[in-house]
């Protein structure tokens, strides 16, 4: 099966300028996670959509960061404007639920994003 | 707060050598998740361990689930260059259907 999709690869921008990254996860996936990974850390859960609704946006600094899963397939993060702490690979995963417990996730090879 | 701490953060060691690597948290999880990251990729599930106390070997990699469910070790014997890579171990709450990533332990093996 095709795995989680993600564009572009890499992305370089000043502040205060706008990105938008895309995923397109794997095919039947309900559930779409974005995560970020500064250099050196962990992944941090941005976003989780099910299907086409929001369940877990906590940790998403929505004065700057939006997301929308139009259809319940793919989906966009934009961040609008950046800033340089933003500056780190962006994460899409999918799984297939509920059972994320056992059988985790399928992440996509990420966005580099570097603001200057 | 970060919920899940691996130590040691960075390893370097010879081939053919054995190492541990460990996740600690305060929390208990009814699962955990070990990943392996290569460079430009994202994560890759290796195994899923659940019950208190679980062993699980997937060839030279063994995993281990403490018996609170707080804490797990994944050990490498005879490591590979192959083996070189982010380990990043994850757990899933109770009710929740995400994951929280540890801080991640850079694993660099030397032919």
């Known amino acids: 099966e095709a795995g989680v999709a993600q564009s572009p690869r890499y992305k370089i921008i000043e502040k205060r300028q706008s990105v938008a990254f895309w995923c397109n996860p794997i095919s039947g996936h309900a559930t779409l996670y974005w995560y970020q990974q500064i250099l050196g850390q962990g992944p941090k859960l941005l976003i989780q959509f099910q299907n086409n609704g929001v369940v877990d946006d906590s940790q998403l600094p929505k004065d700057r960061f939006s997301a929308e899963r139009l259809k319940g397939v793919d989906s966009t993060l934009k961040i609008q404007p950046a800033k340089l702490e933003d500056s780190a690979v962006y994460l899409c995963?999918?799984?297939?639920?509920?059972?994320?417990?056992?059988?985790?996730?399928?992440f996509g090879s990420g966005t580099r994003l570097t603001v200057v | 707060t970060q919920l899940l701490e691996q130590s040691p953060q960075f390893l370097s060691i010879q081939e053919g050598e054995n190492l541990t690597v460990y996740c600690n948290s305060s929390?208990?999880?009814?699962?955990l998740q070990w990943y392996r990251q290569e460079p430009g990729e994202g994560p890759v599930l290796l195994v899923t361990v659940v019950t208190g106390g679980e062993v699980k070997k997937l060839k030279r990699l063994t995993f281990q689930f403490g018996d609170a469910r707080k804490d797990s070790s994944l050990h490498i014997t005879a490591a590979q260059p192959g083996d070189t890579g982010l380990y990043l171990c994850a757990g899933a709450r109770t009710g929740a259907n995400n994951l929280f990533f540890g801080t991640g332990t850079r694993l660099t093996v030397i032919p």
């Open positions: 929390s208990v999880f009814s699962s």
């Open positions: 995963a999918s799984s297939g639920g509920v059972n994320t417990r056992v059988y985790g996730y399928t």
